[in-house]
């Protein structure tokens, strides 16, 4: 049995959605969130409220402490097992998130590549960007054009993988691709969900509020209280700039500002990402309005699970 997807950018609604749509046809919900999963920075991160919580059960939100690096292959398993365990009581599964590589390692697998190298990696981080991208270009170009040249990290794992393999990092990702333990390579036929989005002046006021209310909640003291964060669990959206509100670099209309664009343009990126995945049908929730787009998700989905369980 196939689980049903839910995706799309921030702040697009998805949670109630997702929730609203599994009261109806009695599932669960697995959250794909790469920073939700974690226990604590629950207004930072935009968790679910205790209303949406309670309709049906929620699985891989909160249970990773802070201070645990977290991965896609790490997310893999553990919600295969969720997944596995929730078919296991004759329920359906709903996977709901905005995380991309957290949805395309259930969706499509995990390539197998090499562990990452500490040696390796300590002399390659002694390089500029401009020295990786160029090692990068001579090694891989067609992976260089394919990846953000802007992200050191993505740069270097690309290299570090090209070194250690001997074979171009994109030759490795286009060949060697782990068939979805979940479904069966076959299986995969048609949408497996869908992708939600607003036009973006609606989206981006639905940020701006969001944002808005974090901080009248108490999003600031709920980051100065935060501990041994791990390098993964620092990446999360805003965290850096209230860190530097609370170091009274900047004002907090300032630090709001901030925050907001960011997260404006982490939606666009989602948006992108998703775009260029063609397994989701996409739906603009701002033609249909709240209620009418859930009903339609609400079939597409009874449609599928109807054709999983013939």
């Not at 998703?274 to 597409?300: C, D, H, K, M, V």
């Amino acid at each position: 049995m196939k689980p049903f997807f839910i995706v799309g950018p921030t702040a697009t609604g998805k949670s109630e959605i997702a929730a609203e749509i599994a009261s109806q046809l009695d599932a669960e919900v697995v959250s794909a969130d790469a920073f939700q999963i974690y226990r604590g920075l629950d207004l930072l991160t935009a968790k679910p409220e205790e209303a949406i919580l309670r309709k049906v059960p929620h699985h891989l939100l909160s249970v990773v402490p802070l201070g645990e690096e977290m991965n896609a292959e790490k997310f893999r398993s553990a919600a295969v097992k969720t997944i596995e365990a929730i078919h296991a009581r004759k329920k359906r599964a709903i996977v709901v998130g905005g995380s991309g590589l957290y949805i395309k390692a259930l969706t499509h697998g995990l390539s197998r590549l090499p562990q990452g190298d500490p040696k390796l990696r300590a002399r390659l981080s002694e390089s500029s960007l401009d020295e990786l991208r160029d090692q990068l270009v001579v090694l891989d170009p067609a992976g260089a054009q394919k990846i953000d040249l802007k992200n050191r990290r993505r740069v270097l794992r690309a290299l570090e993988i090209c070194l250690l393999t001997g074979q171009p990092f994109s030759e490795l990702r286009t060949r060697d691709s782990r068939p979805d333990t979940l479904n069966g390579p076959s299986s995969r036929v048609g949408k497996e969900g869908v992708l939600l989005f607003w036009n973006r002046a609606e989206l981006y006021e639905r940020i701006d509020r969001r944002v808005e209310k974090m901080f009248a909640q108490g999003v600031v003291e709920e980051v100065r209280a935060a501990r041994e964060l791990s390098s993964t669990a620092q990446k999360a959206l805003g965290l850096r700039e209230i860190r530097a509100l609370l170091a009274g670099e900047i004002s907090e209309k300032d630090c709001i500002a901030s925050i907001q664009q960011a997260t404006r343009r982490y939606a666009k990126r989602q948006l992108t990402w998703f775009r260029g995945q063609p397994n989701f049908e996409a739906l603009n929730i701002s033609s249909y309005g709240y209620p009418e787009a859930t009903n339609l998700i609400a079939q597409n989905a009874r449609f599928m699970f109807a054709q999983n369980d013939d």
